[in-house]
């Protein structure tokens, strides 16, 4: 790619691609962000118990988690814009009921069907990004659409604030539908053709969902922190798979891939267990225990904002020079800041110490987010971009289940306590100390690529 070609200013068509992805991933961010905003109100008003409420998050997890294997392999069969359309139209429907209904079990179900709309929707956008989008214009791409992300997560508890002052949680639901609309107007207007198709059979899509069931049971045992049944599930799972991709699980290529590949995976985890734990946390911290209203709380979400789009702009020019490890300490070192600081903000009851971690939980996603999807999808040929993109997203969405989880486990998410278990911080530090291990792996296997090459 000449760097005529890399300057030259995108297409059209290319700026809509852009977009779509962007705006498909602002609004599967900003439900989290604002669902995370909106549990202690909803906690309240329908009377859900922390059992239930960790439910509403978790269940909405554990189904995109389910749901990402069969979505990427209906990418690479279907296309990827005919999939981010059904995706789009679902999740919209989904908000609306959920913001219809009163009852636990209704309300648990929908987030269900929500987050499987959601694993459709994550693969579909990063294969019509990576198709659609010239190699040499790859990395700026991923930086937009990784501060699309950060958008949903660090701007959305601001209007998530203001309507919940004003209109209640339902408004959040209603408005993320009514968000939904023009997105899927653009939608119409992208190519068919977006995905390259392989000459070669492709295998059947019954394996992908046995997959997805292996990896729903690995999701519940996290959400019940059963840590020794997970032990166990985990080594099932994968007997399971290799009898169930025993065509794939023995040829060499698969397992050489995996092994590159994991430090980005556990990156992934880590960073987004850090991320979504430290927002949970912060939620409560600020409204339950310092009493103060959601849109202090969502204001107090712009410096993190603010920090993760200079970070997904700083990434930009990493990933673009083959520097992706960088990026990975650089999140790593900002896991541990935003430990260190969540710890000194709940000792001495400061909300301005509670943002300013979450300045820090915005840089680990800039340097995180496009960083490991890139890094992974790099890893795959082009006709397995559904593939690469469903594993990317699946180690983010285990993450942050797992900081759910723990944040269920050292605080009460009722709402009727105050106060977190010290032990809640040091697992901040643990994941940025992993961070930055996987970072130095990583380093060290790119090292030992390039001489073999």
Known sequence: MTDSTRNSPPSAHGILVIVCAAAATYVGASMGGAVSLALPRIASDLHFSAAQIQWIISGYLLARIAGLRPGGALCDRLGARRIFLLSMIGFAG???????????????????????????????????????????????????????????????????????????????????????????????????????????????????????????????????????????????ALLAWLLIKRGAAL?????????????????????????????????????????????????????????????????????????????FLLAGLSIVGLGGVAYLAERSGSASLAFTALAFAGMCYGFSNASVTAVIMSAFPAVQSGDASSIATLSKQFGQLLGITVVASFRDLSGKAGGSDPTFFYFLVACGLAVIACSKLGAVQSRRLAIRA
């Not at 092994?259 to 267990?273: D, N, R």
């Not at 991320?275 to 949970?280: C, D, E, F, N, Y």
């Not at 969502?298 to 990026?327: H, R, Y």
Request: charged content about 10%; overall charge positive; aromatic content about 10%.
């Open 94 to 236: 989904a908000s609306i009921f959920c913001a219809l209904v009163s009852s636990e079990s209704l309300m648990i179900g929908l987030r269900f069907v929500q987050g499987a709309f959601a694993a459709l929707l994550s693969p579909s956008a990063l294969v019509l990004l990576r198709s659609q989008t010239p190699a040499g214009k790859l990395a700026s791409a991923m930086s937009v659409w990784s501060a699309a992300g950060m958008a949903g997560f660090g701007l959305s508890p601001v209007l998530g604030g203001i309507l919940l002052d004003a209109w209640g949680w339902r408004a959040i639901f209603i408005v993320t539908a009514i968000a939904a609309i023009p997105v899927v107007i653009l939608g119409f207007c992208l190519r068919k053709d977006a995905v390259p198709q392989s000459s070669g059979r492709k295998p059947p899509i019954s394996g992908e969902l046995a997959v997805a069931a292996l990896l729903a049971a690995l999701a519940y045992f996290v959400g019940q922190h059963d840590w020794t049944r997970l032990f166990y599930g985990a080594a099932a």
């Open 251 to 327: 040829q060499r290529d698969t397992w050489a891939r995996g092994l590159v590949i994991a430090p980005q995976i556990c990156v992934g985890v880590f960073s987004f267990a850090a991320i979504v734990g430290a927002m949970v946390w912060a939620s409560y911290f600020v409204q339950v225990d310092l009493r103060e209203s959601g849109l202090i709380y969502g204001l107090g979400c712009l410096p993190m904002a603010a920090a993760g789009f200079i970070a997904c702009f700083v990434t930009e020019p990493l990933l673009a020079s083959k520097k992706p490890n960088l990026a």
